[in-house]
């Protein structure tokens, strides 16, 4: 859903803070060489984060966000409206289909199609987060609607109690109750019935067995949902503060302190719910939404100075088409994996490939290479949809 200007500080914040995720995602998902990628680059191999495992969260985040700005564009009879669910409808299914075709690249593979992904996680718990945010929204003064921030957080607590139950008490065949591991888990289980193997992410494996989870899986939908209502919630109490007089550094402290409980409770929770981003345990929706909430405040707060803004404009130039920047990385991605691609006069031609074998050039530690690789891949995506934003360009499904 497209933002509303109530402030304009507050959407270069949101786009900002979009790009930074859709840049750590380039940057994650981009390395010269996989062998030679920083830590706090690559996701926790299971329990636990890492910097690279709040990227997608952070997304999750924006999306409700601009839900709950683009709440008070709405009129009292829209949320029962055909039209309004018809749109919405329509973008969850262009977000789901884009997702298959992504993954389908570079061979359209459909006996192994990997049916989940990101762009399919992020339509589902856009969907879902909108009928939460929306269908009980009540007309303010003027018309316009309001979500309701205390029903929100209560389906919030329900989604987040929910999961955490059926994680701990639900018998999965052959494993028994309460197991969180990549094999035994529920959402693993779920994953591989319903998808079944062949159609999960080709590395979710577990040693000795194979392919056994998808980190964007059916079930953890439900817990991912969290991050998008925590994020309308931040953006509803963000405009009810401006409308207030209230959008001074001083006025975000409540929002502040809120995102730091969020981060202290998921992280208090490790040691019954451990935080887990491949099944997105609810210990884990707590921590990441928190963490984007605070990452909010700070750009709210540092972003104004003009110098700042400046610095900043390429992330708004990714927020601002983060969708767009996303998919060229993926097919920057599915080049770098095709089977045809192949070294020829000792230079790889694959973009990944050529970036590291040219960026070793100028940089002898691998891991450095490595990662001036990724910059430089997105600094080509940048560049690429940089002449879009300076038009006012910017597409959305």
Not at 313 to 334: D, E, M, T
Request: aromatic share 8%; charged share 10%.
């Amino acid at each position: 859903m497209g933002s509303t200007k109530v402030g304009s500080r507050r959407v270069i914040a949101l786009d900002v803070l979009r790009g930074l995720a859709v840049a750590g995602m380039i940057l994650v998902t981009s390395p010269g060489s996989w062998d030679h990628s920083y830590a706090p680059l690559k996701h926790a191999a299971w329990n636990g984060w890492t910097p690279a495992d709040l990227v997608f969260p952070t997304f999750l985040f924006c999306v409700g966000m601009a839900i709950g700005l683009s709440a008070p564009r709405l009129r009292a009879g829209d949320p029962t409206s055909a039209a309004l669910w018809i749109k919405i409808a329509r973008r969850t299914g262009l977000l789901i289909l884009l997702g298959l075709v992504l993954n389908a690249l570079p061979t359209f593979d459909l006996a192994h199609l990997r049916i989940p992904g990101i762009l399919q996680r992020i339509g589902l718990c856009y969907a879902l987060a909108s009928a939460i945010c929306l269908l009980p929204a009540k007309p303010a003064v003027d018309g316009t609607l309001r979500i309701d921030i205390g029903g929100v957080a209560l389906a919030a607590a329900a989604l987040l109690v929910g999961y955490w139950a059926l994680l701990a008490f639900t018998p999965v065949p052959g494993f028994g109750v309460g197991r969180l591991d990549s094999n035994g888990s529920l959402p693993a289980f779920v994953d591989r019935a319903v998808f079944t193997i062949p159609h999960l992410w080709p590395y979710g494996l577990t040693e000795g067995v194979g392919v056994t989870y998808d980190p964007e899986g059916l079930l953890s939908t439900f817990p991912a949902t969290v991050n998008v209502l925590v994020g309308a919630i931040a953006a509803a109490l963000l405009t009810r503060r401006a409308e207030r007089g209230g959008e001074t550094a001083g006025g975000l402290v409540p929002l502040l302190v809120l995102g730091a409980a969020l981060v202290v409770v998921g992280l208090a929770l490790d040691p019954v719910v451990p935080v887990n981003k491949r099944i997105w345990t609810s210990s884990f929706a707590l921590f990441s939404s928190g963490a984007s909430l605070v990452a909010l405040v700070v750009l709210q707060v540092v972003l104004k100075p003009r110098a700042i803004e400046i610095v900043a404009a390429p992330l708004k130039v990714l927020g601002g088409n983060a969708i767009l920047a996303f998919v060229v990385s993926q097919v920057l991605g599915a080049c770098a994996g095709l089977a045809l691609a192949h070294r020829a006069g000792g230079i790889d031609l694959t973009p990944q490939g050529f970036g590291y074998e040219t960026a070793q050039r100028l940089a002898t530690d691998p891991y450095l290479a490595s990662f001036l690789c990724a910059l430089a891949i997105l600094a080509l995506i940048t560049a690429a949809i940089a002449p879009l934003h300076r038009k006012g360009i910017h597409l959305r499904l």
